[in-house]
Antibody, heavy 120, light 110 residues
Framework: QVQLQESGPGLVKPSQTLSLTCTVSGGSINSGNYYWSWIRQPAGKGLEWIGH???????NYNPSLKSRVTISVDTSKNHLSLKLSSVTAADTAVYYCATASYGDYAFDYWGQGTLVTVSS | QTVVTQEPSFSVSPGGTVTLTCGLS?????????PSWYQQTPGQAPRTLIYSTNTRSSGVPDRFSGSILGNKAALTITGAQADDESDYYCVLYMGSGLWVFGGGTKLTVL
């Protein structure tokens, strides 16, 4: 059973870059046909898909965030990473990593989430 | 910009049946969007209930069912229980590696 755990700074200053890591256990990030994804949720609001890295290496991003987002994979560490540049208070949210399978396109495994606050 | 619509809130009596829907601001939802549904309680990560329109995720009680009703995806809870009081989200796969979440429905059981 795949398990996901997010980690990273809980506080980021405005205009800086938010960087998070998702550690994958119970499976290899380099095998299968999975969309290794990031999803966020501002307090009291709904879920927003940020983007993914597919096992084959391709990436896709939410068009509204595309200019600021980079998602990458470190296969040697079995890590998924998120970088979001030029952050503002609107980027304050709980950030989840999750995985979806090719063919059913549902997010079947989720991390616990990590809160990132953007504030000076 | 595609908007996925959900009822902001819904109420159901214990033991009752409720159907939550998931639509598109423009167009109809079909199985080609692979609608999936998630349950979220405060402070917790979402839990997958339904995927590919109507397939229950492992361990999900059969009182939860998914379907296409008219031009929307639907989540029906039959025999609602107190611990079904949660936020429910749908997400649609738009193709080309893109997903869009609905705004969520807050379900009250009272």
């Amino acid at each position: 059973q795949v398990q996901l755990q997010e980690s990273g700074p809980g506080l980021v200053k405005p205009s800086q870059t938010l960087s998070l890591t998702c550690t994958v256990s119970g499976g290899s990030i380099n095998s299968g046909n999975y969309y290794w994804s990031w999803i966020r949720q501002p307090a009291g609001k709904g879920l927003e898909w940020i983007g993914h890295k597919y096992t084959s290496g391709s990436t896709n991003y939410n068009p509204s965030l595309k200019s600021r987002v980079t998602i990458s994979v470190d296969t040697s560490k079995n890590h998924l990473s998120l970088k979001l540049s030029s952050v503002t208070a609107a980027d304050t949210a709980v950030y989840y990593c999750a995985t979806a399978s090719y063919g059913d396109y549902a997010f079947d495994y989720w991390g616990q989430g990590t809160l990132v606050t953007v504030s000076s | 910009q595609t908007v996925v619509t959900q009822e902001p809130s819904f109420s159901v009596s214990p033991g009752g049946t409720v159907t939550l829907t998931c639509g598109l601001s423009s167009g109809s939802v079909s199985i080609s969007y692979y609608p999936s549904w998630y349950q979220q309680t405060p402070g917790q990560a979402p839990r997958t209930l339904i995927y590919s329109t109507n397939t229950r995720s492992s361990g999900v009680p059969d009182r939860f069912s998914g379907s296409i009703l008219g031009n929307k995806a639907a989540l029906t809870i039959t025999g609602a229980q107190a611990d079904d009081e949660s936020d429910y989200y749908c997400v649609l796969y738009m193709g080309s590696g893109l997903w869009v979440f609905g705004g969520g429905t807050k379900l009250t059981v009272l």
